[in-house]
């Protein structure tokens, strides 16, 4: 380059610029859409791997329920009259079944299906793209 002096080398001209500038856009976002589907995809899979859990807990527990609560019921009519040692049985099993439910319910809250950094990228983006029109 020694031997090009600067009124040899051309300016690009708007259309040239505008042109580049859309380019350089519309990969802009289509890598935002990118990390957003890659954000939501894990946070899905997430989701699909605590669904999966309730479903074998819920399997679990019904299967539990049912044998637990006959042994526990005719082991406590032995020493009171079989209705309510059904009741007091089906009572402790409701209660363990709405802290269970509590639960689960806490931990779905804990769940963003929010693509946090693909908006906070996006408006790093809009900032830098005001920033250089102005």
């Not at 899905?44 to 399997?59: D, E, L, N, P, T």
């Not at 527990?61 to 406590?76: E, R």
């Amino acid at each position: 380059m020694s031997g090009m002096s600067p009124e040899t080398v051309p300016e690009p001209t708007l259309g040239d610029l505008f042109s580049e500038l859309s380019r350089d856009f519309g990969q802009l976002v289509r890598d935002e859409v990118q990390l957003a589907k890659t954000e939501v995809t894990e946070e899905v899979r997430g989701v699909a791997r605590a669904g999966g859990m309730f479903g074998a807990a819920a399997f679990a527990a019904v299967t539990a329920i049912l044998l637990l609560s006959f042994a526990a019921a005719w082991g406590l009519a032995e020493v009171m009259p079989i209705g309510f040692a059904f009741l007091i049985v089906g009572l402790v099993w409701t209660a363990i079944g709405g802290v269970a439910f509590f639960l689960g319910r806490k931990q779905m809250e804990s769940v963003n299906l929010k693509p946090e950094q693909t908006i906070e990228t996006i408006q790093e983006d809009v900032q830098w793209a005001k920033q250089q029109t102005s």
